[in-house]
């Protein structure tokens, strides 16, 4: 198993910028979700995909917008950064209908300036 | 959204055992009960999961109470390694087959002393 790679680690932005996130999921999972963690907060859900198809979102706006390729790699796309968008990003995948939950990547940590 | 409550930190000494205990008062039937923790400067780790039943693997022990209103995750003997954010969370199911999202709350840090 490779686990979660995400890609770049970290990052810095102007606002009003676009930014693209990439995340590589475990070997075998379908499913992928997107999470944003700010400082010392817990993890926020934005969304899910399953088989390339989006079957869950959170409590973001649209210019907060995902794809699932079919090797199930996934991006992770904002518009118009603002400055509160600083956080690490996280991407977890699994197996629909896991028993063994989620596998976390490291984050990219974005922070707009 | 259902949610948890966690207390914000513990103390535990090394080598002894560690209950870290969560309330979810207004979990549903379908609701499954998710720990993981999280070091610094890594994504959260997937520690145990149940429904009803106490559970165990190698990491830890879950127990759940009989109404499932609350769980407890053990740590049996307590390292220095397990200092982390242990999160108490509980994934919804839409029931399409499709795994639910995580629901974080704050969590609980734990500090483990020599």
């Known amino acids: 198993e490779t686990g979660v790679t995400q890609s770049p680690t970290h990052l810095i932005k102007t606002r009003g910028q676009q930014v693209t996130l990439r995340c590589s999921s475990q070997s075998g999972h379908n499913t992928v979700s997107w999470y944003q963690q700010a400082l010392g907060q817990g993890p926020q859900f934005i969304f899910q995909y399953y088989r390339e198809e989006e079957n869950g979102r959170g409590n973001f706006p649209p210019r907060f917008s995902g794809l699932q390729f079919p090797n199930y790699s996934s991006e992770l796309n904002v518009n118009a950064l603002e400055l509160d968008d600083s956080a690490l990003y996280l991407c977890?995948?699994?197996?629909?209908?896991?028993?063994?939950?989620?596998?976390f990547g490291s984050g990219t940590r974005l922070t707009v300036v | 959204d259902a949610k948890t409550t966690q207390p914000n930190s513990m103390e535990s000494n090394e080598e002894e055992p560690v209950h870290l205990p969560c309330n979810h008062s207004t979990i549903s039937g379908t609701d499954y009960i998710h720990w993981y923790r999280q070091l610094p400067s890594q994504g959260p780790e997937y520690v145990i999961h149940g429904l009803t039943s106490n559970v165990n693997n190698r990491m830890a022990s879950l127990a759940i109470a009989e109404d499932r209103k609350s769980s407890t995750l053990i740590l049996h003997r307590a390292t220095l390694r397990d200092a982390a954010v242990y999160y108490c969370i509980l994934r919804l199911s839409d029931g399409s087959g499709n795994t639910g999202k995580l629901i974080f709350g704050q969590g609980t840090t734990l500090q483990v002393k020599p």
């Open positions: 977890a995948s699994s197996l629909s209908d896991s028993l063994y939950g989620y596998t």
